[in-house]
């Protein structure tokens, strides 16, 4: 009886070791891999915004619509090894916006009652934009790594216009003891058309000491949905164990070296291909009919990734960041404005009384200014998906960095100002600190949905000012930026529908807030004679926004 007992107990032992692992997305590691790609990508983009905030006594209702057009072209490559990584991409873009709004404003604040403002906006844009990303990473010891990351973007939009209409209605209180006067009515016009050409130049060095190893598994995640719609289209299920999902990628990326690469079209067909030639070898599927491989083949262009990620690590990353923005405005205005007492107007005779109050304007501007950014940050990240259908997110980081802001305003052909005359010029840097905390799930009930909710917060302490160049003073009579504190709340709901492999649609929904205070240096009096004194601000803000938007890409 023992024996047979030991000779039962050892056949149940040596099945189990015989059944192969069951596959886990989130313990999964995938095989090696060298992808490039080349894209052509036009573009249609359209988002609605309606936004109503209330603040000290004060309403705003904007409202408004974004549209953009885009031809984006993008190259890459990516080597990824469980020794070594490096990535490299590529591009340029081509595209054009449009963005009419309008806002409505009622301020019922002040001793001097209720003010209305209404604005309509209008602004069309082409610009051009060339990126260089480079990322290397060199596991030099089990997961102990190094990783040194450059990137060079710049912008330049040589053509955009701008023209905006603003109608004003304001209560007014006289200071005087004149009681016909104490109850009037402030209207104001103006209209105005302006081109801005602008662009920047944006330069970043980075140089990561880190332990870990988050890896890519979206993938394996495609594989998932695709052999779950296989599963319903043959009537029993088709299921991958850990050896066979290793098998499949291997085989997918081997095959990939050899694909079609400026032709995306021949590039998803030679995939479907690969994976129904490895299905038919390993499960022996040889009578997958043509309308199953239509929908794998429909299943694997219409899988929206969503950053499918495993894994965790901690690093160290000091950076250097440099960025420089110059904005130039050719604007022409009319203005106009009035004050009548209460009952002596009708619409007929406020319009002649604006018109022919009206002043017409020319002005140049020209705003520029450099941002540099040098410090370290402290960074630890945690990826798991769970199955196919869950993402979890999670990272904190602490950073510390010296910031340095050089901005300037000179104005041309303006009537209050002489040609080339520099409104102001400020130079100042500070040291900043900063920590976060960063949480996201995600959730994907199907290939070509996904729902993603992120909340995220900091803190941040700015220390002292520390110099200025050629004036002291902001355009409020501030030396900006002295010891400011803060924190900042966002929570963002993303929502994206993959219609057909060309067209999808997102919604978006973000709520932020934040508060702070600082202690500033403020002017008091008139220059020669004025002086410094200090000044506390304090501030906060909520801000909730829905965006909803369509892109269709045309091949």
Same mark, same amino acid.
């Given at each position: ?7 039962? +107990? ?36 359209? !988002? ?23 031809? *984006? ?37 002040? $001793? ?27 596991? &030099? ?14 912008? &330049? ?20 003891? &004149? ?19 602008? #662009?920047?130049?944006?330069?970043? #060095? ?8 988050? /890896? ?16 319903? *289209? ?9 050896? #066979? ?29 690969? &994976? ?82 009206? +002043?017409? /304007? ?58 080339? /005359? ?16 960063? =949480? ?22 700015? #220390? ?10 902001? =355009? ?5 930026? /002295? ?8 929570? =963002?709901? *993303?929502?994206?529908?993959? $219609? ?6 997102? $919604? ?13 240096? +403020? ?13 506390? *601000?304090?501030?906060?803000? !909520? ?13």
């Amino acid at each position: 009886m023992p024996f047979s007992r030991s000779i039962c +107990v050892l056949t149940l032992v040596s099945a189990l070791a015989g059944q192969a692992e069951e596959f886990r997305l989130e313990t999964y590691v995938p095989p090696d891999y060298h992808s490039r790609f080349f894209s052509v990508t036009p573009s249609l983009n359209w !988002t609605m915004r309606d936004d109503h905030r209330e603040e000290f006594g004060r309403e705003d209702t904007q409202t408004g619509q974004t549209g953009s057009d885009a031809l *984006n072209l993008n190259h890459g490559s990516a080597y990824f090894s469980q020794a070594r990584r490096w990535d490299l991409s590529t591009g340029f873009a081509l595209y054009g916006n449009w963005n009419p709004s309008s806002d409505r404003r009622t301020d019922t604040s002040g $001793i001097y009652g209720t003010f209305a403002d209404a604005y309509k906006t209008d602004q069309q844009s082409a610009t051009f934009q060339a990126f260089t990303r480079l990322t290397l990473r060199q596991y &030099i010891a089990g997961r102990w790594f190094l990783e040194p990351y450059a990137q060079v973007d710049g912008n &330049i939009t040589p053509w955009g216009r701008q023209s905006s209409e603003n109608w004003h209605l304001g209560g007014y209180v006289n200071p005087t003891s &004149i009681p016909t006067l104490t109850d009037s009515l402030q209207f104001g016009s103006s209209r105005s058309g302006s081109r801005n050409p602008q #662009g920047y130049v944006d330069v970043e #060095g980075r140089a990561t000491a880190g332990y870990g190893r988050i /890896q890519q598994v979206t993938g394996a995640a495609a594989v998932l949905f695709l052999l779950d719609r296989l599963s319903e *289209n043959l009537g029993h299920p088709v299921t991958l164990d850990n050896e #066979g999902m290793r098998a499949l990628m291997a085989f997918v990326e081997a095959r990939r070296k050899q694909r079609p690469f400026l032709d995306r079209r021949g590039a998803d067909v030679y995939d479907i291909e690969s &994976i129904c030639e490895f299905l038919r070898g390993r499960l022996g599927l040889e009578a997958l009919s043509s309308r199953a491989v239509l929908e794998m083949a429909d299943e694997w262009n219409s899988y929206l990734p969503g950053a499918r990620e495993q894994g965790w690590e901690a690093k160290l990353t000091p950076f250097a960041k440099y960025k420089w923005n110059d904005n130039r405005s050719h604007t022409v205005s009319r203005s106009a404005s009035i004050v009548l007492p209460k009952g002596v107007y009708d619409g007929d005779s406020l319009l002649r009384a604006l018109d022919v109050g009206a +002043v017409s /304007q020319y002005s140049g501007t020209r705003m520029f200014w450099g941002e540099s950014w040098l410090g370290a940050e402290a960074k630890a990240e945690w990826k798991r998906p769970w199955r196919r259908f869950f993402q979890y997110n999670l990272a904190g980081w602490t950073k510390a960095l010296r910031i340095e802001k050089e901005t300037g305003r000179e104005f041309s052909g303006a009537t209050t100002y002489a040609p080339g /005359q520099k409104d102001q010029y400020l130079k100042f840097a500070y040291p900043r600190f900063e920590q976060g905390l960063s =949480a996201q799930a995600g959730w994907y009930p199907s290939s070509r949905t996904s729902l993603l909710a992120t909340l995220s917060g900091s803190l941040w302490q700015d #220390g002292d000012y520390l110099g200025s160049k050629a004036s002291l003073f902001d =355009a409020f009579g501030r030396v900006p930026h /002295q010891d400011a504190t803060g924190d900042a709340e966002s929570l =963002a709901l *993303n929502g994206t529908y993959r $219609i057909n492999p060309r067209a999808e649609a997102k $919604i978006e929904f973000v709520l932020s807030w934040y508060q702070g205070e600082s202690e500033d240096l +403020v002017m008091e009096g008139n220059w020669p004679m004025a002086s410094l004194a200090k000044g506390r *601000n304090e501030y906060s803000n !909520t801000d909730a926004r829905l965006y909803l938007s369509v892109n269709y890409y045309l091949f």
